[in-house]
């Protein structure tokens, strides 16, 4: 650092030298949003490889994205979105092939295999319990 630094705190976000605050994520958050509705308009899936298509497509929502938003989250939120849209094609087509969704729960407690559940202990079992070990 010298007498003629242009080092701003952007600068130091988009480096990843300076933690955001809730504000300049949430600007971020906003940038690419809006960066993602271009692409879903201009039918860009990923943006990383298809990084000129993109960048033609969507100037200005490109530069305040990049302009915004940490170089890690950047790529982070580039690469996550091919893997949900690939994700939810994939789910898609598993359902127009009848595949049927299983609840969230399906493999919990209740499954073969699963260990069985903890009795739950009151407070006063636990105090007792802590007691006995410092003896």
């Given at each position: 650092?010298?007498?003629?630094?242009?080092d701003?705190r952007a600068?130091?976000?988009?480096?990843?030298t300076a933690?955001p605050?809730r504000?300049e994520?949430?600007v971020?958050?906003?940038?690419?949003?809006?960066?993602?509705?271009?692409?879903d308009?201009?039918?860009i899936?990923?943006?990383?490889?298809?990084?000129?298509?993109a960048?033609?497509a969507?100037p200005?929502e490109?530069?305040?994205?990049e302009r915004?938003?940490?170089?890690?989250?950047?790529k982070y939120?580039?690469q996550w979105?091919?893997?949900?849209?690939q994700?939810?094609?994939?789910?898609e087509?598993?359902r127009?092939?009848?595949?049927?969704?299983?609840?969230?729960?399906?493999f919990?407690?209740?499954?073969p295999?699963?260990?069985p559940?903890?009795?739950?202990?009151?407070k006063?079992q636990?105090?007792?319990m802590?007691?006995?070990?410092?003896?």
């Amino acid at each position: 650092m010298g007498w003629f630094t242009t080092d701003t705190r952007a600068d130091a976000i988009r480096a990843g030298t300076a933690v955001p605050t809730r504000t300049e994520r949430q600007v971020c958050w906003a940038a690419r949003d809006a960066y993602f509705s271009c692409l879903d308009a201009a039918s860009i899936v990923d943006a990383h490889a298809n990084a000129p298509q993109a960048a033609r497509a969507c100037p200005q929502e490109t530069a305040a994205f990049e302009r915004d938003c940490a170089a890690a989250w950047v790529k982070y939120f580039k690469q996550w979105r091919v893997a949900d849209i690939q994700k939810r094609r994939r789910l898609e087509q598993l359902r127009q092939e009848g595949a049927q969704e299983l609840p969230a729960n399906a493999f919990g407690a209740n499954s073969p295999g699963a260990p069985p559940p903890r009795p739950e202990a009151s407070k006063d079992q636990l105090q007792d319990m802590l007691d006995h070990k410092r003896r």
